[in-house]
């Protein structure tokens, strides 16, 4: 059994900063890629930021400059690192991760149960 389980969201004021941290649990044999989704009210789920294996790190051009994407790979966790928040920014943030669970295995595709950020004075 697989969890991405996510923490560090919260209220913060425009020009503030977060860090989210996502932390991969149980049975993983290799993480291939590793990111950050947001979904604001009424909007679809998009890509914040992800580290894709064999390529590097995407960005949504709409946090180019403000948010980064650490990973720490022995703790099979990635942070999101979020910087002058804007309201715009405000959303679910979840968690994502492609990953093998055994040697040979197709990888599979996990969520986290996603973190509330809400960027507000």
């Known amino acids: 059994q697989v969890q991405l389980v996510e923490s560090g969201g919260g209220l913060v004021q425009p020009g503030g900063s977060l860090r989210l941290s996502c932390a991969a649990s149980g049975s993983i044999f290799s993480i291939y890629n590793m990111g950050w989704y947001r979904q604001a009210p009424g909007k679809q789920r998009e890509l914040v930021a992800a580290?894709?294996?064999?390529?590097?790190?995407n960005y949504a051009d709409s946090v180019k400059g403000r948010f980064t994407i650490p990973r720490h790979n022995a703790k099979n966790t990635v942070y999101l690192q979020m910087n002058s928040l804007k309201p715009e920014d405000t959303a679910v943030y979840f968690c994502?991760?492609?990953?093998?669970?055994?040697?040979?295995?197709?990888?599979?595709?996990?969520w986290g149960q996603g973190t509330q950020v809400t960027v507000s004075s």
């Open positions: 580290i894709i294996s064999g390529e590097g790190i």
């Open positions: 994502n991760a492609d990953l093998q669970t055994t040697i040979g295995t197709i990888p599979f595709e996990y």
